[in-house]
Nanobody, 118 residues
Framework: QVQLVESGGGLVQPGGSLRLSCAASGSIFSIYDMGWYRQAPGKQRELVATITRGGSTNYVNSVKGRFTISRDNAKKTVYLQMNGLKPEDTAVYYC????????????WGQGTQVTVSS
């Protein structure tokens, strides 16, 4: 059974940091693009950052300079380092991965809550 499991969410004060992890497991042939999305209460899910298998990255403007996406292909894991967190970053964060299993399918994690509050 192929799945993505996220970890690392929690409660942090404004200006603080968190590191999210998302590990893929199961019978996976290849992993292509991986990414992080978030959904705040009452809002649509939005893209936060993506990373290709070769390491090229893309960020939504609101997190540029504060968040860093990275991946470890050997561990089938994608990370999101979040620094300088703001209350508006509060959301459920979801990872996704475009994988060959061997069919080409985009999988989603279950989500992890990030709350930024004093």
């Amino acid at each position: 059974q192929v799945q993505l499991v996220e970890s690392g969410g929690g409660l942090v004060q404004p200006g603080g940091s968190l590191r999210l992890s998302c590990a893929a497991s199961g019978s996976i042939f290849s992993i292509y693009d991986m990414g992080w999305y978030r959904q705040a209460p009452g809002k649509q899910r939005e893209l936060v950052a993506t990373i290709t298998r070769g390491g090229s990255t893309n960020y939504v403007n609101s997190v540029k300079g504060r968040f860093t996406i990275s991946r470890d292909n050997a561990k089938k894991t994608v990370y999101l380092q979040m620094n300088g967190l703001k209350p508006e970053d509060t959301a459920v964060y979801y990872c996704n991965a475009d994988m060959s299993v061997p069919q080409r399918i985009v999988y989603w994690g279950q989500g992890t809550q990030v709350t930024v509050s004093s």
